[in-house]
């Protein structure tokens, strides 16, 4: 497990603006997210277990880079004392890190199962609870958990089950943390064309997955990490200020299970 480390910090002065943190910021939709916030004008925070792979990124956003594994319960702590000790605190959580281990119930080890619970639900937990102290210090603030279409459609267990408890998950949040004026949402895309989805896969494989998900959504096209960048853009603003507790589903109308 890797230590939690700042590796790079070229962040713009306290007083221009709210911080957002993304995790899984390595990746194509957490760089995509975090790309479009800064675009905004928030302050980003790059949290990711790769972090030299934010480096470029961070640099170009003049963002905070943080090296972390979240699948260690310290992680939360100590990214939130890294944000507080040189962004001066959170506005903005973004729990986009995810493990996807794609065993079906008939091959599942249950180590596979608690990595998978570890970062895509344990983390997101924990890192709210850790930032805490900063919305009550700054007034408010929002949280926006990645899920998934599979917590309607069913698939893998391991991943499915962390996408259906990230709902839940949100609806407590938005619950629990109303009272510090801390909306809570949920984006819950479809499949989106990523390394983190194609996952090795050959080519063919990959086509036919799209055209699978292609026929199945109303709209006629696989999502882009783009578009979920746009949801998570408006649900942090406050042109969503009087949403909480909401799943924003971004994926053409697939999640209707039906196609005219």
Known sequence: MKPTRLLANSLAPQAAG????????????????ATRLAQDGLRVVLVDIEGDQCLAL??????????????????????????????????????????????S????????????????????????????PSWEKRGGGSVVNIGSRVWLSGAI?????????IVG????????????????????????????TR?????????QRQQRVIGMTPLGRV???EDIANAVAFLVSSNAGFVTGEVLHVCGGAQLAARS
């Open 18 to 33: 709210p911080v957002a943190l993304v995790t899984g910021a390595a990746g194509a939709m957490g760089a995509a997210i």
């Open 58 to 103: 961070g640099a170009q956003l003049r963002a905070l880079v943080i090296e972390a594994d979240l699948s260690r319960v310290e992680s939360a702590g100590e990214i939130m004392q890294l944000v507080e000790a040189h962004a001066g605190g959170v506005d903005h959580v973004v729990n986009n890190a995810g493990l996807n281990r794609p065993q």
């Open 105 to 132: 119930i008939f091959e599942l080890k249950p180590q596979d199962w608690d990595a998978v619970m570890a970062v895509n639900l344990r983390a997101p937990v924990l890192l709210c609870q850790a930032a805490i």
């Open 157 to 165: 267990p391991a991943y499915t089950a962390s996408k259906a408890g």
């Open 169 to 196: 998950l949100t609806r407590s949040m938005a619950v629990e943390l109303g009272k510090l004026n801390v909306r809570a949402n949920a984006v819950a895309p479809s499949y989106v064309d990523t390394p983190f």
């Open 199 to 207: 996952m090795n896969r050959p080519a063919e494989e990959i086509e």
């Open 223 to 225: 999502g882009t990490a």
